[in-house]
Nanobody
């Protein structure tokens, strides 16, 4: 059974940093496009960052220059390094694994990130 397990969320002050991790129990992890999405209260889920199988990355404009997505295919893990955090980054962050052939779309349970003083 496929599982995506996020960790690393928490409470941080504005300007602080957090590193999210997503451990995936998934066959052929390296072929999946991996991504991070977030959903704030009362808002729709939105894309934060994605990383393709070849390492190509894309970011939401709101996080460019502050967040970095990376993957370790040997460890079946994707990361999101978040720096210079702002209160508007507060949300539940979800890990996603997507494969266009199918399509196949898996989601984690989410991890809460709260940016507040």
């Amino acid at each position: 059974q496929v599982q995506l397990v996020e960790s690393g969320g928490g409470l941080v002050q504005p300007g602080g940093s957090l590193r999210l991790s997503c451990a995936a129990s998934i066959n052929r992890f390296s072929v999946y496009r991996m991504g991070w999405y977030r959903q704030a209260p009362g808002k729709q889920r939105e894309l934060v960052a994605v990383i393709s199988r070849d390492g190509t990355t894309n970011y939401a404009d709101s996080v460019k220059g502050r967040f970095t997505i990376s993957r370790d295919n040997a460890a079946n893990t994707v990361y999101l390094q978040m720096n210079s955090l702002k209160p508007e980054d507060t949300a539940v962050y979800f890990c996603n694994a997507f494969l266009v052939l199918g399509p196949i779309d898996y989601w984690g349970q989410g991890t809460q990130v709260t940016v507040s003083s």
